[in-house]
């Protein structure tokens, strides 16, 4: 059971988040770029890619070579902090990218979004305890399935459904592996989608 549960941690790292947002926006509504096959869309998620995902993935393994960190899981909270500090400015100069290429405002809101959910999860692991990183994406990743019903041109009802099953899921798991307490875990849902309803709305 908690191999299974390490698995799903890593296959929905918060870090990947952001890229299966931006997926999911561009596939629930495939005329958000104009013709199809559409370049812009490949652009979009190839800029999340690299900026949002390879380049925080590679400083962080980096830092584990220099000794900066002592492991990959990051269970210490003064290197936590670090990686949170080095992940959100990725996730920021990514948001900065997007929005002077003059992307959808969508596109860009989910960055913003995972920005500053991010950055308040940081913030509080700083000053108070430790929040949930996972379930801060998670409850993002619901707010974009939930705001993608005024857009999408397809039914995406089974795609809610899944994502609460999903989000549910992962923060079992974080649970399971006692990487977490269930304060945690609740206070990174309220984070996550709290943040990136902001950004998409206003």
């Given amino acids: ?64 070579r220099l000794d900066f960190i002592s492991d990959y899981e990051v269970q210490d909270k003064r290197e936590r902090v670090l990686v949170y500090m080095i992940t959100s400015s990725y996730f920021l100069w990514t948001f900065f990218v997007m929005w002077r290429e003059g992307f959808r405002e969508e596109i860009t809101d989910v960055m913003l979004g995972a920005t500053i959910a991010l950055t308040l999860g940081f913030v509080i692991t700083t000053i108070s305890e430790k929040v949930s990183a ?19 041109r397809k039914d995406i009802t089974s795609v809610i459904f899944a994502t609460i099953i999903l989000a549910g ?3 079992t798991c974080r649970l399971l592996l006692n990487a977490h307490t269930p304060r945690e875990v609740y206070n990174g849902y309220m984070i996550g989608f709290l943040c990136m309803a902001l950004a998409l709305l206003f």
């Fill in 1 to 64: 059971m908690q191999a299974i549960a390490l698995l799903l941690s890593y296959i929905f790292h918060p870090i990947f988040i952001p890229f299966y947002a931006t997926f999911f926006l561009v596939w629930c509504n495939p005329y958000m770029f104009g013709q199809i096959p559409s370049y812009d869309s490949v652009f979009v998620l190839r800029t999340v890619l690299l900026y949002s995902i390879f380049f925080p993935l590679f400083t962080v393994f980096l830092m584990k």
């Fill in 134 to 152: 996972h379930t801060i994406g998670m409850g993002g990743l619901f707010a974009v399935v939930l705001f993608a019903t005024n857009i999408a």
């Fill in 169 to 171: 899921l992962i923060g």
